[in-house]
């Protein structure tokens, strides 16, 4: 069955780093998929942190470019978040998200669009103190 499942997070002090991975199952065709974090606070709508397309094109909201680095490794089928310079407004649960438009995504700037990906992890939260 496909599947996608986050770990890594937990609880940081303001400052901190975290380094969040996503695994996804045979059944995501994971080196073909566009794939993304997205996240959403208590009250908050959810929103793109950071995509990366099957060329390595990546995109950031301006909140946490410079702090915050999305990777794949498409051996492993996995996706990572390292998260540095953490602050409190960063805690949410971040979700991993995969979409079949792998080539295209962040090139047409629609890699934040929820619409786009059609498999989705559970969560990991992620709680920043300050």
């Known amino acids: 069955e496909v599947q996608l499942v986050e770990s890594g997070g937990g609880s940081a002090q303001s400052g901190g780093s975290l380094r969040l991975s996503c695994t996804a199952s045979?059944?995501?065709?994971?080196?073909?998929?566009?794939m993304a974090w997205f996240r959403q606070a208590p009250g908050k709508q959810r929103e793109g942190v950071a995509g990366?397309?099957?060329?390595?094109?990546?995109a950031y909201i301006d909140s946490v470019k410079g702090r915050f680095t999305i990777s794949r490794d498409n051996t492993k089928n996995t996706l990572y978040l390292q998260m540095n310079n953490l602050e409190p407004e960063d805690t949410a649960m971040y979700y991993c998200?995969?979409?079949?438009?792998?080539?295209?995504?962040?090139?047409?700037?629609?890699?934040?669009?929820?619409?786009?990906?059609?498999?989705w992890g559970p969560g990991t939260q992620v709680t920043v103190s300050s």
């Open positions: 998200a995969a979409g079949p438009y792998g080539a295209t995504i962040v090139l047409f700037g629609h890699a934040f669009d929820e619409g786009e990906y059609n498999h």
């Open positions: 045979s059944g995501v065709s994971f080196n073909r998929n566009s």
């Open positions: 990366i397309d099957t060329d390595g094109r990546t």
